[in-house]
């Protein structure tokens, strides 16, 4: 028997492992599977970010059997450390799949139940066309190719990793191709004037028109831009703003929610759900009959 103390606070934790002789930590078992698990893209890069701050809170523990008592510290550490629901249910779902893994493959043996944690309906922020004016603008002068990603983004909905893994002959004509995405399935969505002009101005010797963009790089300008404009105190204006402003406008123009599904790729109709809201139209035939019965009363 092991016994590997972890401190957390005022509390003293002690998780004994056995199997002694076959023995992993979440770091080992990530840089054994996360190349069959998942793909290179922006997700893959979150996932490693995710198993290495849940490592770091093990203390790098190695373990035969993953137990409740584990799966508990970490959700505590998590929501101390000012995680939302929301953001625990990502990293749980990146651990859940690697110790899956590593349990079929005879790594580790036992698994604890992982419940999703119930998540809040958050205000969902857009870009205004005055702001989308003015971010795009300070963006552009930083960099050109920036500025260009930005238009593509935000009139194709597509994620960064998306963006960026474009290739040349994923286009077609009037439209684009992501195979490298989140859900694992690939879609077609049709392009505007301003977004097929966006790619054009790349250089074609290139892999594809935005293949030479570093996230991390791309991020630090948009903050930059963001200072500059004024949206500095806001934490919800990050690029996947832009994703979230094409899929406001697709239902405020009174596209149907389920062609806004398959536009942004959801895997289930409840995450496009949370713009559904925003199709305020479609109650405008209510207010007739309301007033009609308000008359009737009145007379």
């Known amino acids: ?14 998780y004994q492992f056995q199997n002694a002789s076959n023995q ?10 996360v190349d069959v698990l998942w793909e290179p893209g922006s ?3 979150n996932v490693t970010s995710f198993v290495g701050e849940l490592d770091e ?53 036992g698994l604890p139940e992982f419940k999703r944690l119930k998540e809040k309906a958050g205000r969902i922020r857009f870009l205004e066309p005055e702001e989308e004016k003015r ?12 500025g260009r990603f930005c238009i593509f ?31 694992g399935k690939s879609r077609s969505v049709p392009l505007t004037e301003r977004a097929a002009a966006a790619i054009q ?28 404009v004024g949206l500095g105190a806001e934490p919800d204006v990050v690029p996947h703003i832009l994703r979230h402003t094409c899929a406001s406008r697709l239902v405020q123009g009174g596209i149907d929610i389920r062609r806004v599904q398959t536009w942004l790729g959801h895997q289930t109709l409840q995450m496009t759900m ?26």
């Open 1 to 14: 028997m092991l016994n590997h103390p972890l401190m957390s606070g005022r509390y003293r934790l002690s």
């Open 24 to 33: 992993a930590s979440l770091r080992a078992l990530l840089d054994r599977y």
């Open 43 to 45: 997700h893959k890069y």
């Open 57 to 109: 809170i093990l203390l790098g523990a190695e373990f035969s059997d993953f137990t409740d008592e584990m799966l508990d510290t970490l959700t505590s550490s998590l929501r101390k450390r000012g995680n939302s629901n929301a953001t625990i249910n990502r990293k749980m779902a990146a651990l859940s799949k690697l110790l899956k893994k590593a349990q079929k493959m005879g790594e580790i043996q």
């Open 135 to 146: 971010l795009f603008a300070a963006i552009s002068e930083k960099s050109e190719l920036y």
């Open 153 to 183: 983004l935000i009139d194709t909905g597509a994620r960064l990793g998306e963006g960026i893994g474009l290739r040349w002959q994923d286009m077609n004509q009037d439209r684009v191709t992501f195979w490298l995405t989140k859900s």
């Open 201 to 228: 101005a790349s250089e074609r010797r290139r892999r594809g028109p935005f293949t030479t963009i570093v996230q991390a790089k791309f991020r630090a300008a948009w903050n930059e831009a963001k200072q500059e």
């Open 274 to 299: 949370r713009y559904a809201h925003l199709a305020s139209g479609d109650l405008d035939v209510c207010v007739p009959v309301l007033e009609h019965a308000a008359r009737v009363k009145a007379g």
